[in-house]
Nanobody, 125 residues
Framework: VQLQASGGGLVQPGGSLRLSCAVSGFILDDYVVGWFRQAPGKKREGVSCSSVDGITYYADSVKGRFTISRDNAGTMVYLQMNSLKPEDTAVYYC????????????????????WGRGTQVTVSS
């Protein structure tokens, strides 16, 4: 099982980035995939998650700005990030979960069994 996040970088406030999570070793349709982020000195927080039947969740701080999606080939999960703010600066991770996402639990890291290496996103002028 592998998940590999990529696409991070340095962007100015108001800019956009698209993160990619390449998955292998499992059938994407059978799992929830989530995006998390961790800023220095802060806890890891859930950003968004997606299930195969189209259920998605977003943290309040990113609603309306970020969009999660999956490709039809079942190998990639994306996080489109628009209107980026300095407070979005963090290392972003993708992870998979066998638990169906619910409002109260979708963003609990302990619900995710496998994690990829993160990708750094820095929003700064």
């Amino acid at each position: 099982v592998q998940l590999q996040a990529s696409g991070g970088g340095l962007v100015q406030p108001g800019g956009s980035l698209r993160l990619s999570c390449a998955v292998s070793g499992f059938i994407l349709d059978d799992y929830v995939v989530g995006w998390f982020r961790q800023a220095p000195g802060k806890k890891r927080e859930g950003v968004s998650c997606s299930s195969v039947d189209g259920i998605t969740y977003y943290a309040d701080s990113v609603k309306g700005r970020f969009t999660i999606s999956r490709d039809n080939a079942g190998t990639m999960v994306y996080l489109q990030m628009n209107s980026l703010k300095p407070e979005d600066t963090a290392v972003y991770y993708c992870a998979r979960s066998g638990y169906y996402p619910k409002t109260a639990t979708w963003d609990l890291p302990e619900r995710y069994s496998d994690w990829g290496r993160g990708t750094q996103v820095t929003v700064s002028s």
